[in-house]
């Protein structure tokens, strides 16, 4: 049961509070199928909105949305996929917003808490490759691209650690929602591009994945396959209901990963990752890197320790990455 679940299954219900509850929402395929998703687990934990007009969900287009042909740390940072959907939230014309996890700033904006994180997805990059790709090498995963080969991305974290391990590639920027990424792979724009393997699964498209990357070979970034709902401070009745349907291991590995973040205090030109995952014993592994774009520089260090302290975990990782990285890599 999630944790703040009431007896039976089901979330004490909030029955006062005027109806419809509004969500915000991205208008991507996979940020309507999370933010569907979410809603489904919600009328399943609290069953007296089943049979009520509970839920209205507003699309909002966010300044990262609509700007494509610059890198997010260019024209602001990934705060951008969110900016636009906290104005409403803060000013009350939504109730509450939906967000993959790894889209949403360290610091949130005043007024605003990160309420419940759901259970994680795959966390894992993948590799998608054009037609022909060999099969790859267990142990070595980037064997199956080509010499020379031109690879597509939008993100830093991914470009460092793909050059870090085979700098005769090509790394060109590319960025949209899943489905324009795979029809600019298909058009020959690249040769190959690394998404999400959590984006791939949730929209059916897990078959183009060529090759699945371990994450301590690729460390995804910081909350990377978690979905996670904000929602004004001061709701507190909200929030109460949302802590229903919290599960308990990704809000775990998300503390780690987003003190790993704030400890950091990189910009958005700074490659990050961070990966917490928990153990059988039930204690927490966190991994984190620090990179040069260009690969040049790459520094991968592991920490582990009980689950609750989990915030611990990650500031230590991070100042201890922080102190033997290069000053200039964390300026802006």
Do not use: Y
Not at 38 to 63: D, G, M, Y
Not at 76 to 102: N, P, T, Y
Not at 202 to 207: A, P
Not at 314 to 330: N, Q, T, V, Y
């Amino acid at each position: 049961m999630p944790a703040g679940a009431a007896p039976g299954g089901a979330v004490k219900p909030h029955a006062r509070r005027p109806l419809p509850l509004r969500v915000g929402t991205r208008g991507s395929p996979l940020a309507l199928w999370q933010t569907r998703t979410f809603l489904e687990l919600v009328l399943h934990f609290c069953p007296v909105l089943r049979n009520a007009k509970a839920f209205e969900e507003h699309v909002i287009a966010t300044s990262g949305d609509r700007i494509q042909d610059r890198r997010l740390a260019d024209i602001g940072g990934k705060g951008l996929f969110a900016k636009e959907i906290h104005e409403a939230l803060l000013d009350g014309r939504i109730d509450f917003a939906v967000h993959s996890l790894k889209d949403l700033e360290t610091e949130l904006p005043p007024g605003i808490v990160l309420a419940c994180t759901l259970k994680r997805e795959d966390a894992r990059d993948s590799l998608v490759l054009g037609p022909g790709a060999v099969v790859a090498d267990v142990a070595d995963p980037f064997s199956a691209i080509p010499a020379g080969a031109r690879i597509g991305t939008a993100s830093l974290r991914r470009q460092a650690q793909l050059l870090h391990a085979r700098p005769d590639l090509q790394v060109e920027m590319i960025r949209g929602n899943v489905g324009s990424r795979l029809s600019k792979l298909a058009a020959g724009e690249c040769d190959g591009t690394l998404l999400a393997l959590a984006g791939l699964k949730r929209l059916g498209l897990e078959s183009h994945a060529s090759v699945v990357l371990d994450p301590e070979a690729m460390v995804p970034a910081a909350g990377q396959g978690i979905v996670g709902v904000t929602v004004r401070a001061a709701d507190t009745e909200l929030h109460e209901l949302l802590s229903g349907i919290e599960d308990r291991a990704a809000r775990a590995v998300s503390r780690a990963e987003r003190a790993l973040l704030a400890a950091l205090d990189g910009s958005c030109r700074t490659p990050i990752g961070g990966h917490a995952r928990l153990l059988p014993n039930g204690e927490l592994h966190l991994t984190g890197l620090v990179a040069r774009p260009d690969g040049s520089f790459l520094l991968k260090r592991s920490l582990h320790g009980a689950a609750g302290e989990a915030e611990r975990i990650g500031r230590e990782l991070g100042e201890s990455l922080r102190a033997d990285s290069p000053a200039d890599i964390f300026i802006s």
